[in-house]
């Protein structure tokens, strides 16, 4: 019985950061849509493909390939108390001697603000935060220390100096 539920449950393959499979030439990017259909067929096995609209537009871009996957947008993290909440989470797997208190408002805010709510920038933000801190002996997270990091949120970086300066 319990091999009979075992072969019931979904088997999942998550491709997070799709959209980079996308970047190369066409043939290329059609032997990856290739595969995905070859491994849901003989191994049974359900990719979920993660990542900015790019990936929506190219499964779309057929309607062979729009028939076989679910759209299911996901938004950003709002600034609340789910966000407090990651915040609390992740500092607390942070190997810092003192308490940073990152969902305090207005640490939380700044977080949120240069992350623009992706989980990933988020985790970046206070990763190089928490370095920094250890690094210049502080052992906790201030805003002085984000400020200092001088973070570039994702939607300004095709703007940004040092881009301009490789120009």
């Keep these: ?4 539920l075992d072969s019931l449950k979904p088997r999942l393959l998550i491709f997070d950061e799709f959209h980079s499979a996308l970047r190369g030439r066409r043939q290329d990017v059609k032997a990856v849509f290739s595969f995905l259909r070859r491994i849901a067929r003989v191994h049974d096995i359900s990719p979920v493909l993660v990542g900015e ?4 537009d190219a499964i779309h871009d057929t309607e062979e390939m729009g028939s076989r ?13 789910d966000f407090a909440t990651l915040l609390d989470s992740l500092e607390a797997s942070m190997p810092l001697a003192l308490v940073s208190e990152l969902s305090r408002p ?29 690094q210049n002996g502080e052992e906790h ?19 940004a100096a040092v881009r301009n300066e490789m120009t």
């Design 1 to 4: 019985m319990d091999h009979l």
């Design 53 to 56: 609209i790019a990936v929506f």
């Design 69 to 81: 996957f679910d759209t299911i947008p996901i938004p950003r993290w709002g600034y609340d108390e």
């Design 106 to 134: 207005s640490l939380a805010r700044m977080i949120h603000k240069l992350s623009e709510g992706l989980i990933g920038e988020v985790v970046d933000i206070i990763s190089r935060a928490a370095i920094a801190a250890i």
């Design 141 to 159: 997270i201030t805003e002085a220390r984000i400020a200092s990091l001088g973070y570039i949120p994702l939607s300004k970086r095709r703007n």
